[in-house]
């Protein structure tokens, strides 16, 4: 039996969509998040609504335009493996538009706001990349839209985690209110795997083992993160991308570590 938290993806419907996650769909308040698949010249169009968005370029190339702005062609990278992303942050009650200059993967990530900043490019330059862990828990982490960055609710970051790795590890969790020690954070995994087959595992579980969800995840497949430790692990030989979708009532990333493994640096 496939877990409540697991979403697949599927062939693009009418809109391109190949996986959609909203709060209804998800039961709970804050984060939304879409994939859209793009053939060359293919339009994509939608609005914001009451959420800010992050725009973010998976691969391929495409104009985007939005809240009445042609931010141009952007985009290089032929897979979500090489290179960094160009992303497009707009405000609630934005039209936008993407046309597809080659083959594009877009996603969209959302969370509700109010309209404070106004719209802008996300660089590569701005995005840059880190190293985090060492060792078998090595990954390389892109802070698209960190609580750093001018925005409202949402936070957005790629993860590259190489084959025979874990990543989000050692587990983590943010699921209470308790700033400034932790906050409440849903996330969403939208998972991309280098071959586009094989499978990664996630585990998303709490200490009092009223939720233990063990997922074997394919290439393109989304994971809910409603609460709990969730840790990530590739197998050898399947080099791993995630882009981390995060939201709540306070926009700070503040996390606990599962006291079993708190011996393990992160």
Request: glycine letters at 10%; aromatic letters at 8%.
């Amino acid at each position: 039996m496939s877990s409540p938290l697991l979403v697949h993806s599927h062939s693009p419907d009418a809109q391109l969509t190949t996986v959609r996650v909203t709060p209804e769909s998800a039961h709970w308040r804050y984060v939304g998040f879409e994939a859209r698949q793009l053939a060359p010249g293919a339009v994509t169009t939608g609005d914001s609504g009451q959420t800010e968005i992050c725009l973010v370029l998976v691969r391929g190339r495409a104009r985007i335009e939005g809240a009445g702005q042609d931010f141009g062609i952007l985009g290089e990278r032929l897979s979500p493996f090489d290179g960094l992303p160009w992303s497009v942050y707009l405000p609630p009650g934005s039209a936008w538009r993407v046309t597809a200059e080659d083959e594009a993967e877009l996603a969209i990530c959302a969370s509700p706001a109010k309209g404070l900043y106004g719209p802008r490019v996300i660089t590569p330059e701005e995005t840059g990349e880190i190293t985090r862990g060492s060792g078998a828990n090595l990954r390389r982490v892109r802070n698209i839209l960190p609580d750093t960055a001018p925005a409202e609710t949402l936070l957005v970051v790629e993860v590259i985690t190489p084959g025979g790795n874990w990543s989000s590890y050692p587990p983590h969790k943010h699921d209470t209110d308790d700033v400034p020690n932790e906050t409440y954070l849903e996330e969403t995994y939208y998972h991309r795997l280098r071959r586009g087959s094989g499978f990664a595992l996630q585990r998303v579980y709490t200490k009092d083992g009223t939720l233990d969800e063990a997922m074997a995840i394919a290439d393109r497949d989304v994971v809910l993160v409603p609460r709990g430790y969730h840790p990530v692990g590739a197998p050898a030989g399947f080099d791993l991308y995630y882009l981390n979708v995060m939201a709540g009532p306070v926009r700070q990333w503040k996390f606990s570590m599962d006291p079993d493994h708190a011996h393990i640096p992160y």
